[in-house]
């Protein structure tokens, strides 16, 4: 069965502080794995998209790392702040007609 | 583009009664998603469209669910008759397929409470 697993389910960082957000999935052969940001009572913003052939994409202080033979994705923040408190949520495709299968997300609190 | 609209935002209902919740994707997307969260299950899709016709509707969770999206720019999700195990939020996607670059974005999700 295919699943994505995002451990731990909160986590609490200093504001200032680097930290990285883990994903996991079973079957390595991906299409692509998606990282979304979800603030409370909104919907899902797609923060950075790595497709199959891809390590790793950037966005500003944002850093996504793929490593398919692993099943493993980390989400890299720089000098957090406490705008970055949200929830976090890996979201990986497995063929181009599949549908999208989410991790439970990582609840980030930044604390000031 | 004002990004994908839900509504109602929030509904709160009794159970039995019917529920209908609605979506307009982005102007000139050709896929769109319903999603539903709960904290137990996370978000779970329920039913996907491509060019308006439903392509996967196997994570709709029983008969009691249904979803129809008569053109581009509009998709009901309906629940007849609803019950208590039925509150969450749904999401409303949308996507452009376009060289690989499948991002999807997401409606603000209505928020049903069935009593």
């Known amino acids: 069965k295919q699943e994505v697993t995002q451990i731990p389910a909160a986590l609490s960082v200093p504001e200032g502080e680097n930290l990285v957000l883990n994903c996991s999935f079973t079957?390595?052969?991906?299409?692509?794995l998606q990282w979304f940001r979800q603030d409370p009572g909104k919907g899902l913003t797609s923060l950075l998209l790595?497709?199959?052939?891809?390590r790793e994409q950037t966005s500003g202080r944002l850093n996504a790392s793929l490593d398919k033979s692993s099943g493993r994705s980390t989400l890299y923040i720089a000098a957090s702040q406490p705008g970055d408190s949200a929830t976090y949520l890996c979201?990986?495709?497995?063929?181009?007609?599949?549908?999208?299968?989410f991790g439970k997300g990582t609840r980030l609190h930044i604390l000031p | 583009d004002a990004g994908v609209i839900q509504s109602p935002r929030h509904e709160v209902t009794e159970m039995g009664q019917e529920v209908t919740l609605r979506c307009k994707p982005i102007?000139?997307?050709?896929?769109l998603f319903w999603y539903r969260q709960t904290m137990m299950r996370g978000l779970e899709l329920l039913i996907y469209?491509?060019?308006?016709?439903?392509?996967?509707d196997s994570g709709m969770p029983e008969d009691r669910f249904s979803a129809k999206m008569p053109n581009a720019s509009f998709s009901t999700l309906k629940i007849q008759p609803s019950e208590p195990r039925d509150s969450a939020v749904y999401f409303c996607?949308?996507?452009?397929?376009?060289?690989?670059?499948?991002?999807?974005?997401f409606g603000p999700g209505t928020r049903l409470t069935v009593l």
């Open positions: 996607a949308s996507s452009l397929w376009s060289g690989g670059e499948d991002t999807q974005y």
């Open positions: 079957d390595s052969a991906i299409y692509n």
């Open positions: 790595i497709q199959s052939s891809q």
């Open positions: 979201a990986v495709k497995w063929n181009r007609d599949d549908k999208i299968i």
């Open positions: 102007s000139g997307h050709d896929y």
């Open positions: 469209f491509n060019n308006n016709v439903p392509i996967d």
